[in-house]
């Protein structure tokens, strides 16, 4: 079986690995294996994970888990991505496959955010919430963007997390970005985010590949 590392952000993503995309890719004979960047150690021995993503940080983490592992990847968000300005998510994994020049390594940077993902399927919500306005308000948030859902916006006010907790805001329940990231994918099913995602899909096909 062919051993599969990915380098995620935090554990909105880790969770997201372990519950939809490990199962997906056992089946077609892939090991995968979710591990959370670690940003900090103190002298005691305290590890801290999550977040805080720049090219050193790829360096440094990528570098580590190549050893041990046939391929390795990564699933980072464009947005908040440190000490990069005005790059492309095309450019910005030009930039860290660079970093290694190995074929052993699979760069992905999330447009824009994880919870991109989400809004793959407008119709979930009207059920969810028992309220078919909730479809028309995620259908139009898609809208806004051309109908692609992968150029959701990446500013601070409209990022894909921050219109997914005030969707929920609106209708009075809180948004829990581990839980419902994974929890809703699970719901619409992997097939859909594929289908409205090309440039993810392009990702998971990449290594459904792999030899």
Request: proline share 3%.
């Amino acid at each position: 079986m062919i051993r599969v590392a990915i380098s995620v952000e935090g554990q909105s993503e880790d969770e997201f690995c372990k519950q939809i995309l490990v199962p997906y890719f056992q089946e077609r004979g892939i090991q995968l294996t979710s591990i959370i960047v670690e940003t900090k150690r103190e002298k005691c021995g305290v590890k801290y994970k999550g977040g805080c993503i720049n090219l050193d940080r790829v360096k440094s983490e990528v570098s580590k888990l190549l050893p041990s592992f046939d391929y390795v990847t990564t699933f980072y968000d464009l947005y908040g991505f440190g000490k990069i300005d005005d790059i492309s998510a095309d450019e910005l994994e030009h930039k860290m496959a660079e970093l290694f020049k190995s074929r052993k390594f699979i760069p992905y940077i999330q447009k824009y955010e994880f919870e991109t993902l989400l809004f793959s399927e407008p119709l979930y919500y009207g059920d969810y919430f028992d309220n078919p306005q909730a479809t028309l308000d995620i259908q139009e948030i898609v809208s806004s963007c051309g109908g692609n859902i992968e150029e959701i916006n990446n500013s601070k006010e409209t990022a894909p997390s921050k219109r997914m907790m005030k969707f929920f805001d609106d209708y009075d329940e809180g948004f829990d970005k581990v839980f419902h990231g994974y929890s809703i994918i699970e719901e619409i099913g992997l097939q859909k985010v594929l289908e409205e995602c090309p440039r993810f899909s392009k990702w998971v096909e990449k290594i459904e590949l792999l030899r």
